[in-house]
C-alpha cells in the first residue's frame, strides 16, 4: 500500500527531502571523540517463536537483555543474544562496519552483524525519474549505475516504494524509481543468479501506520514485482511504525505525550508492536524474500527495542539504521544511536543521507541566499526561474528551513574556510568526513548528474583520510552549536508550539 506525500530519503548534490508532514499542516506525528575509520493492529496471537520469549521470561530474560549473561562484548563480535530461533537468522556473522574487500579503490563494509556487504558510497535514488524540474531521466540512471556498479566497485542502490519523490501521477509515478532500477538489473544480467548477487538492493515500506505484519509482506512483494527480483538484500521501515519526535522530517527534538497519545497512534490497537514487526520481517526471511531489515528515520530507542525483543525471539535482528547525517546534523553521534550501533552493544550498520544537507554542504547557495530567504524581489525571481535546487522553489523551501537556518549557515561559512585552507572543496570536505565517522557504514549520495557522480567516486576511493588537524578544526566549530540544523531565531510570538513546517516544538 502506497500512501502519498509522504517522508523521503537518501542524500543529494542538488536537492533536499519532502516530508510526509506537510509544511503547511500541523505535525501529527557525551561520546569520544571519532576522528576516523582508518581506510585499510489486531488482536496478539501467540505464535511458537512468542511462546519461546515468554519461557525466556520466565528464566531471567531481562538480565540476557541488557548485558551480561554470555555475550561476550571483549571479543569485539556482534553482540549476540543466546537466544535460538527455528528461522534463518542472518547475524553474528562479524562486527558491523568491518572492511570486507575492496573493489575498483571501493571499500565494502559488513552492514551490522549481517553477511550483507555494502560499499562506502551508495547511490540514493529519491529523485531518479522524477517529476522535480531537474530529475535525472531514465537514460542518465542507466548511465549512473553502470559507472558507479560496473565499472567502480559501488553495490548499494537504495530505494523505496513511494520514490520517485515528487511525483505527480503523470510525468512520475510513486514506484517508478523501483521500475527502473528492475529494468537496469534485467537489460545487465542482475536480476537473477550470480549477477543479482552483485547489486545490494536496499528498499523501504511507507512507515507510520502503514507498518502491519500484512502490509510488510504485501508492500515487500509490490517492491520485489516492481524490480522484477526475487529478494531484497534489505528491507526497511521507511520511518517508524510509532510516533517519534525526528519522523516527520521538522525541527522537533523533544518526545510530546500529547502527539503520541493522539488517535492516530493510539485508535485501533495503536502502532505495531516490536514483536509483531520482528517476526514479519523474519517471516519474509524464511520465505528467501528479504535477506536482512532495518529502520529509517529512527533512534537509540527504537534501534534497541528491535534488536532485543529480536534477540528474545530469537529471529533476525535489524542489520541497518539509516539517518540523516552530515556536519551540521550530528545528533546520531551524540543521542545514543552511536553507543547502541556498536559492536560492542546491538551492532547495527548505519546508513547515512542527506550528507551535503540538501545542496547546502556543496557551497552553492553560500553566495546568494535561497529565494525564499532573499528580500531582493529581482534576485527571487532569478532564483526560481533558473533554480538551483529545492530551496530555490517556494514549497520545498519553506519545507526545508532546517538545513538553512541561521545557526546551519553559520557553521556552513566555517567548514568551508576548513575546506578551503585544506585545498579541497566543501563538497569533498563533507562526503570525506561523513566516510570516516566510525558510527558510518555507507553514505547514500542523489546526484543529477555524471559529473558529480564522478565527484563522489573519487572523494570514495582516495586512499587517505582527511588529516587529524582538520578533523579538530572541524570539531571545534560543532562545539559551538551541537544541533545547528534543530536551532532557530525567527521562531514567531504567535506560532503557539508549532516549528516552521508545523512540527511540535522543542
Same mark, same amino acid.
Given at each position: 500500500? %502506497?500512501?502519498?506525500?509522504? %517522508? ?28 576516523? *575509520? ?19 521470561? +520466565?528464566?531471567?530474560?531481562? &538480565?540476557? %537483555? ?38 575498483? &579503490? ?14 562506502? %558510497?551508495?547511490? &540514493?535514488?529519491?529523485? $531518479? ?5 531537474? @530529475? ?27 520514490? #520517485?519523490? #515528487?511525483?505527480?501521477?503523470?510525468? +512520475? ?10 529494468? $537496469? ?53 521507511? $520511518?517508524?511504525?510509532?510516533?517519534? #519526535?525526528?519522523?516527520? /522530517? ?7 505525550? @500529547? ?20 517476526? @514479519? ?17 529512527? *533512534? ?56 551535503? @544537507? ?15 530567504? *532573499? ?113 532557530? *531565531?525567527?521562531?514567531?510570538?504567535? /506560532? ?9 516544538? #522543542?
Amino acid at each position: 500500500m %502506497l500512501i502519498h506525500g509522504a %517522508l523521503a530519503i537518501t542524500g543529494t548534490y542538488s536537492t533536499a527531502f519532502h516530508s510526509h508532514t506537510p509544511y503547511h499542516s500541523p505535525s501529527c506525528s557525551s561520546v569520544p571523540r571519532m576522528t576516523s *575509520n582508518d581506510p585499510n493492529i489486531t488482536p496478539i496471537m501467540f505464535s511458537p517463536r512468542r511462546r519461546h520469549s515468554v519461557s525466556m521470561m +520466565a528464566g531471567g530474560f531481562l &538480565g540476557g %537483555l541488557f548485558g551480561g549473561g554470555d555475550d561476550g562484548v571483549n571479543s569485539f563480535v556482534p553482540n549476540a543474544s543466546s537466544t535460538a530461533g527455528s528461522g534463518n537468522v542472518n547475524s553474528g556473522k562479524g562486527p558491523t562496519n568491518e572492511v570486507v574487500k575492496t573493489v575498483n &579503490g571501493m571499500r565494502q563494509r559488513r552492514l551490522g552483524g549481517s553477511d550483507i556487504v555494502v560499499s562506502e %558510497l551508495g547511490l &540514493g535514488t529519491q529523485r $531518479w525519474v522524477s517529476a522535480d524540474f531537474n @530529475a535525472p531521466n531514465k537514460d542518465q540512471v542507466f548511465d549512473f549505475m553502470d559507472t558507479a556498479i560496473l565499472k567502480n566497485g559501488v553495490n548499494l542502490i537504495d530505494t523505496a516504494e513511494q520514490y #520517485p519523490i #515528487p511525483s505527480d501521477g503523470k510525468v +512520475a509515478k510513486e514506484g517508478d524509481s523501483e521500475i527502473v532500477i528492475g529494468e $537496469w538489473m534485467r537489460t545487465r544480467g542482475l536480476d537473477k543468479g550470480e549477477g543479482r548477487r552483485k547489486v545490494v538492493i536496499a528498499s523501504k515500506i511507507t512507515g507510520g501506520r502503514n507498518v502491519t505484519p500484512k502490509n510488510i509482506k504485501n508492500d515487500c512483494a509490490g517492491s520485489l514485482k516492481r524490480l522484477g527480483t526475487d529478494y531484497l538484500d534489505v528491507y526497511q521501515l521507511h $520511518w517508524p511504525a510509532r510516533y517519534s #519526535p525526528q519522523s516527520n /522530517w521538522g525541527q522537533s527534538l523533544a518526545y510530546d505525550l @500529547a502527539t503520541d497519545k493522539a488517535p492516530y497512534w493510539r485508535g485501533m490497537g495503536g502502532p505495531t508492536s516490536f514483536e509483531d514487526l520482528c517476526i @514479519a520481517m523474519q517471516d519474509l526471511i524464511d520465505e528467501g524474500k528479504i535477506r536482512g531489515w532495518g529502520m529509517c528515520n529512527d *533512534n537509540a530507542y527504537g534501534l534497541a527495542g528491535c534488536t532485543r525483543t529480536a534477540k528474545a525471539l530469537g529471529v533476525t535482528p535489524p542489520c541497518s539504521l539509516q539517518g540523516d547525517f552530515s556536519l551540521i546534523d550530528r545528533k546520531s553521534e551524540e543521542n545514543g544511536v552511536a553507543e547502541a550501533a556498536s559492536p560492542f552493544n546491538e551492532n547495527v550498520g548505519f546508513m547515512a543521507y542527506n550528507a551535503l @544537507a540538501g545542496g547546502f554542504l556543496t557551497g552553492k547557495y553560500m553566495d546568494r541566499p535561497a529565494a525564499i530567504d *532573499n528580500t531582493e524581489r529581482d534576485k527571487v525571481i532569478e532564483a526560481m526561474q533558473n533554480p538551483r535546487g529545492r530551496h530555490d522553489e517556494i514549497g520545498w523551501g519553506r519545507t526545508l528551513y532546517r538545513y538553512r537556518s541561521e545557526a546551519a549557515q553559520e557553521a556552513i561559512q566555517d567548514y568551508a574556510k576548513i575546506a578551503k585552507s585544506a585545498g579541497i572543496s566543501l563538497t569533498e570536505l563533507s562526503l570525506r568526513w561523513c566516510r570516516q565517522r566510525t558510527l558510518v557504514t555507507t553514505t547514500l549520495v542523489g546526484h543529477t548528474d555524471m559529473n558529480q557522480l564522478k565527484q563522489s567516486i573519487d572523494y570514495f576511493t582516495k586512499n587517505d583520510p582527511l588529516p587529524d588537524r582538520i578533523m579538530w578544526e572541524i570539531d571545534r566549530v560543532h562545539m559551538r552549536n551541537r544541533l545547528p540544523i534543530f536551532s532557530s *531565531n525567527r521562531v514567531g510570538k504567535d /506560532w503557539d508550539g508549532e516549528g516552521e513546517i508545523g512540527e511540535t516544538i #522543542p
